[in-house]
Nanobody
Framework: QVQVVESGGGLVQTGGSLRLSCAAS????????MGWYRQAPGKQRELVAV???????NYGDSVKGRFTISIDKSKNTVYLQMNSLKLEDTAVYYC??????????WGQGTQVTVSS
């Protein structure tokens, strides 16, 4: 059984920072891609950032220059450093892991709330 578990969400003021972590565990051969998506109330889920096992990164336009994704392949863990947070960054952040031979697994989500 494979688990994808996020941590690090919370409440922060505008301009502040948060760091999210996501670990994939269980019977994993290897992880191809890990990344973050978010969903705000009344909106569709959108890409935040993804990173491949080769280190190729893609960011959503709204977070470029503010968020940084990184991966520790030895731990199957991905991190999202979020700086200069804005009110519009408020959302549930979901981690996704594209696991070889198993496909995509999602975490349960972690709430990030940015207040003024």
């Amino acid at each position: 059984q494979v688990q994808v578990v996020e941590s690090g969400g919370g409440l922060v003021q505008t301009g502040g920072s948060l760091r999210l972590s996501c670990a994939a565990s269980g019977s994993i051969f290897s992880v191809n891609v890990m990344g973050w998506y978010r969903q705000a109330p009344g909106k569709q889920r959108e890409l935040v950032a993804v990173i491949t096992s080769d280190g190729i990164i893609n960011y959503g336009d709204s977070v470029k220059g503010r968020f940084t994704i990184s991966i520790d392949k030895s731990k199957n863990t991905v991190y999202l450093q979020m700086n200069s947070l804005k009110l519009e960054d408020t959302a549930v952040y979901y981690c996704a892991a594209d696991i070889q031979r198993l496909g995509v697994r999602w975490g349960q989500g972690t709430q990030v709330t940015v207040s003024s």
